[in-house]
């Protein structure tokens, strides 16, 4: 990699090693070129990627609500577990994050709640990798603001973008029509041999999107936390959805 170019990564990940992919653009000017995509990556691979990298985009949620927090930490305490509210209301505030609901107002969709549903493994496996990845020198900040990580969301990114993903994590048709459009957007980006893998797999489709989000967060076009939710989204993560077109992030 010359001086005059860099490389962002995306991370989908998955609770084991199995179904994690990653992959990895190198830019230029005038030209990006995806360079890597690999399945079945342990953490060692993605935090030795971590090194040559701007930004790396995980699509796992980088930490829990903070209600959800108390809650557990309350729930402990027998003397205080009878003052639990348990009605619905009070029950989304323990699901789902201040960022869920912002990638709710501009989607239309909830993303898979940490505290409730099965992505809650895969985040406690993210939590370790933070971690290895800090233990290595590299800053991280969950909020995404400095530091090498990033939170990315390839479904909602792929929507804001205007794309048609109904059914792509389940089709490869759809993921064919979906990699034919990435190409005529981005037209200078060279996926080579690499498509007929995004193609098979949904997985390997998304840990590109990550890395394609990645950019737009190196380059700062995303939706920022608002000023006084960057303390919670330190401690939460934060989702940062592209504020650009694919065509832009070169």
Not at 62 to 77: K, M, N, S
Not at 85 to 101: H, P, S, V, Y
Not at 239 to 250: G, Q, R, T
Request: proline share 4%; hydrophobic share 40%; with cysteine.
């Amino acid at each position: 990699m010359t001086e005059s170019t860099t490389r962002t990564g995306g991370v989908d990940l998955a609770a084991e090693s199995t179904r994690t992919s990653l992959a990895m653009i190198e830019w230029a000017c005038g030209h990006a070129r995806l360079e890597r995509l690999t399945l079945d990556v342990p953490d060692l691979e993605i935090t030795e990627a971590a090194r040559s990298v701007t930004k790396l985009g995980i699509d796992c949620a980088l930490g829990w609500p903070d209600e959800f927090v108390a809650f557990i930490r309350d729930h402990a305490d027998i003397s205080r577990a009878h003052k639990v509210d348990g009605g619905m209301e009070w029950r989304r505030t323990l699901a789902f994050r201040e960022t869920d609901r912002n990638v709710r107002e501009q989607t239309g969709r909830w993303p898979l709640s940490v505290s409730t549903d099965r992505l809650g493994l895969t985040a406690m496996r993210c939590a370790g990798l933070l971690g290895r990845l800090a233990a290595s020198g590299r800053v991280v900040d969950r909020s995404g603001r400095v530091g090498v990580v990033v939170e990315v969301y390839p479904g909602a990114t792929v929507r804001l973008w205007g794309w048609d993903s109904r059914g792509y994590r389940t089709d490869p048709g759809v993921r064919s029509s979906l990699l034919e459009q990435m190409q005529r957007e981005a037209p200078w980006l060279e996926i080579g041999a690499h498509g007929k893998l995004m193609v098979d797999s949904s997985d390997a489709f998304d840990a590109v999107v990550a890395a394609l989000a990645a950019r737009a967060a190196a380059l700062g076009s995303y939706d920022h936390p608002p000023s006084g939710q960057q303390a919670r989204a330190e401690r939460e993560g934060w989702i940062a959805l592209p504020s650009c077109s694919l065509s832009d992030l070169l």
